[in-house]
């Protein structure tokens, strides 16, 4: 019988986020790839595109013109998943049959005027004014008395489905918890409940001693690929200081949130030497006017490519039908992006 290795032996993980289990399966990743291969568009975008609905001074779709902004900018979604409007409705009462309408107010935050830039190419001021901009949106949003949750947001990249290149993120704000959002506070209460400390604090903590798992860190946060991450590179930003939201930063953490936002996306850049497609999200306290002690601000990032700018990782079979499965170990893609560096790239040739 040989001794467990859990970089060569297949297991399970548990992730007491969700209250669910992945299966690592680190001796797959030696399999040769003969599955699809992403085309990537590397081409140099102008600073300005005069065919860009997002662009600063541009006619949207809907014939609504965007101001000639300089800084952040933010408008409600033309295509809004969510409507404001309420509706009268009367439940059917079946059990297996349930539906409810749902109401809810969806924008669109450009990051900057620049259409040739994403986060990991912006100054370090221009990141720090979409985080401001990010807590702003949580309070105004978050004061309509019918939103109970404010989900921030971003998709980059064609292969998450983003339609516009434009650095631009979204808000989704609604009455319900997401469910992704709701069984994470559950889990989030129940270990708060009973050990009076935040779930998200004493990992942190664990992994900070460990760092095995750790990608970088400053004085106000940490990056770590979470011990049962499922993306081969997902990572998640974890404050330091145990808080609920993004208006209880204060300005040193803003600024240290901003400082590595810019340090984990120039990493994933420099992995395959390009734009690196992800989806990202910031986990937070419902905005529901009840006290929420259990949550623990933090942000995850879900990138889809596995071993090149060109392969990505599907979930399918297994993963639709068992539960979610990864080949790298988080060990194994932890330590590939710690040693990546922090200067982006393309600033080689400048």
Not at 312 to 334: C, I, N, T
């Amino acid at each position: 019988m040989h001794p467990f290795k859990p970089n060569e032996h297949p297991h399970r993980r548990y992730n007491p986020l969700l209250d669910e289990w992945i299966l690592v399966s680190p001796h797959r990743a030696a399999r040769p790839w003969q599955g699809q291969n992403e085309t990537i568009a590397e081409v140099d975008r102008p600073e300005h595109d005069e065919n860009c609905y997002l662009c600063s001074g541009n006619l949207r779709s809907n014939g609504i013109k965007n101001d000639v902004y300089t800084d952040c900018y933010v408008f409600e979604n033309d295509f809004s998943a969510l409507l404001k409007d309420s509706v009268s409705f009367k439940s059917l009462d079946k059990t297996l049959f349930q539906l409810k309408p749902e109401r809810g107010i969806t924008k669109v935050i450009c990051f900057s005027p620049k259409h040739n830039l994403t986060l990991p190419e912006m100054e370090l001021s221009a990141i720090e004014n979409v985080v401001a901009t990010w807590a702003a949106q949580y309070i105004e949003l978050g004061s309509h008395d019918y939103i109970n949750y404010v989900q921030i947001f971003e998709n980059k990249g064609s292969v998450m489905g983003c339609s516009n290149p434009h650095p631009h993120g979204q808000i989704w704000a609604q009455s319900s918890l997401p469910t992704q959002v709701e069984k994470t506070q559950k889990s989030l209460r129940s270990y708060y409940e009973k050990n009076k400390t935040s779930l998200l604090k004493d990992y942190l903590d664990e992994e900070l001693k460990q760092h095995e798992r750790v990608v970088l860190e400053n004085d106000h946060f940490a990056v770590a690929v979470p011990f049962w991450a499922t993306w081969p590179y997902e990572t998640i930003i974890i404050s330091k200081r145990h808080f609920g939201n993004i208006i209880a930063m204060t300005q040193e953490e803003s600024k240290a949130f901003a400082a590595i936002l810019k340090g984990i996306t120039v990493k994933y850049d420099n992995l395959f030497e390009t734009s690196f497609p992800y989806s990202s999200g910031i986990h937070q306290a419902p905005t529901d006017r009840v006290a929420h002690p259990e949550w623990h601000f933090h942000m995850h990032f879900y990138p889809p490519l596995l071993r090149s700018a060109t392969i990505k990782k599907f979930m399918v079979g297994y993963e639709m039908l068992g539960e979610a499965q990864r080949d790298l170990s988080p060990e194994q893609s932890a330590k590939i992006l710690r040693d990546l560096p922090i200067v982006h790239y393309k600033t080689k040739n400048r």
